[in-house]
């Protein structure tokens, strides 16, 4: 079994930066790819960012691309998104997730078979 923890979220003003982190349990963290998705009020949960196994390969999505930046540290099996430049537009519930069917990044929520409870991200303008 797998547990995942997000922390890191909170309020704050557009422009500012954020660290999300995603403290995991279980053996399957250091071999699987790893992924923030989030999602608003009113929309679909949507990809941010994925991670590789060994944090070699890693991916954004559009609206977040240059801005945000995902790493892991398997030792600590925790994986981190560091935010920066937020937009009002990013206020959402980021979670995180893990996908252990897989070996190279997932895009799709059906890819992942663990996900944490959430952190709530808010973005005043």
């Known amino acids: 079994q797998v547990q995942l923890v997000e922390s890191g979220g909170g309020l704050v003003q557009a422009g500012d930066s954020l660290r999300l982190s995603c403290a995991a349990s279980?053996?399957?963290?250091?071999?699987?790819?790893m992924g923030w998705f989030r999602q608003a009020p009113g929309k679909e949960r949507e990809f941010v960012a994925g991670?590789?196994?060994?944090?070699?390969?890693?991916s954004y999505g559009d609206s977040v691309k240059g801005r945000f930046t995902i790493s892991r540290d398997n030792a600590k099996n925790t994986v981190y998104l560091q935010m920066k430049s937020l937009k009002p537009e990013d206020t959402a519930v980021y979670y995180c997730?893990?996908?252990?069917?897989?070996?190279?990044?997932?895009?799709?929520?059906?890819?992942?078979?663990?996900w944490g409870q959430g952190t709530k991200v808010t973005v005043s303008s």
């Open positions: 991670i590789s196994r060994s944090g070699g390969s890693k």
């Open positions: 997730a893990v996908a252990p069917r897989y070996s190279g990044i997932a895009y799709n929520t059906e890819s992942y078979d663990y």
């Open positions: 279980g053996r399957t963290f250091s071999s699987s790819p």
